[in-house]
């Protein structure tokens, strides 16, 4: 019985890494559909996120599982519930990347990408296609010096975050209306994409030290 608990708690792992690689893909595919306005890209990231959900039910099923048959103590305890926290962060980053993709697809024949935003869009993007992929080696390896890597990133995106907003709220913006919902709704996917990352790599960290006083400094 212990073998095949101890088989189950890795399945829940490898599990995660396979819906972290579908996330990493989402992205990298929302980030292209978005900045370049190919809605044929950003429909593959809408059908994608279908098959994350998936993933992530039958994954939560295995968790509670688990939890009824094994009652799981102590530090295994711990794997396989914040299993079903990291998974849930990780359906939302699904989402967030479906968002984006949706934009682009919204706006299709025209770019979704406001003018004189472009490089900023450009650059979010790049971060968070960054955060996706050392989020999924985080995820396969815990190595904690990625979870720190990911806190640095997300700190960027955060200022990136905020100098969207400077300038939509400046006198010099003079984007239309729907350029402006289109930039804050983009900018605020992308953020909110980001900190879902450092949420996991909060419950990572803590899952391979054991010290949550440690793990607080990656901030959600």
């Given at each position: 019985?212990?073998d095949v608990f101890?088989?189950?708690?890795?399945?829940?792992?490898?599990?995660?890494?396979?819906?972290?690689?579908?996330?990493?893909?989402?992205?990298?595919?929302?980030?292209?559909?978005?900045?370049k306005s190919d809605?044929?890209?950003a429909e593959d990231?809408?059908?994608?996120?279908?098959?994350?959900?998936?993933?992530?039910?039958?994954?939560?099923?295995?968790?509670?599982?688990?939890?009824?048959?094994?009652?799981?103590?102590?530090?295994?305890?711990?794997?396989?519930?914040?299993?079903?926290?990291?998974?849930?962060?990780?359906?939302?980053?699904?989402?967030?990347?479906?968002?984006?993709?949706?934009?682009?697809?919204?706006?299709?024949?025209?770019?979704?990408?406001?003018?004189?935003?472009?490089?900023?869009?450009?650059?979010?993007?790049?971060?968070?296609?960054?955060?996706?992929?050392?989020?999924?080696?985080?995820?396969?390896?815990?190595?904690?010096?990625?979870?720190?890597?990911?806190?640095?990133?997300?700190?960027?995106?955060?200022?990136?975050?905020?100098?969207?907003?400077?300038?939509?709220?400046?006198?010099?913006?003079?984007?239309?209306?729907?350029?402006?919902?289109?930039?804050?709704?983009?900018?605020?996917?992308?953020?909110?994409?980001?900190?879902?990352?450092?949420?996991?790599?909060?419950?990572?960290?803590?899952?391979?030290?054991?010290?949550?006083?440690?793990?607080?400094?990656?901030?959600?």
């Amino acid at each position: 019985m212990r073998d095949v608990f101890q088989q189950e708690l890795h399945e829940v792992q490898e599990r995660l890494v396979e819906i972290a690689e579908l996330v990493e893909v989402s992205i990298e595919n929302a980030v292209t559909a978005f900045t370049k306005s190919d809605v044929g890209v950003a429909e593959d990231v809408i059908e994608n996120d279908v098959r994350i959900d998936e993933l992530t039910l039958a994954l939560d099923e295995l968790a509670i599982n688990i939890l009824a048959l094994q009652q799981p103590v102590a530090r295994d305890l711990r794997i396989v519930v914040s299993a079903l926290r990291i998974s849930s962060s990780l359906e939302r980053m699904g989402d967030m990347a479906e968002h984006i993709a949706q934009l682009a697809r919204y706006r299709f024949p025209e770019r979704a990408v406001p003018k004189g935003l472009k490089s900023t869009f450009a650059e979010m993007g790049r971060l968070d296609v960054e955060i996706a992929r050392s989020l999924t080696r985080l995820l396969r390896t815990q190595d904690i010096a990625l979870a720190n890597q990911i806190r640095d990133e997300d700190d960027k995106v955060d200022e990136l975050h905020a100098s969207v907003f400077d300038k939509l709220l400046s006198e010099r913006w003079k984007g239309e209306a729907t350029a402006t919902v289109d930039a804050t709704l983009a900018s605020r996917y992308h953020e909110r994409f980001a900190d879902h990352a450092v949420s996991i790599a909060k419950k990572v960290q803590y899952l391979a030290t054991g010290d949550w006083a440690g793990a607080d400094d990656v901030h959600a």
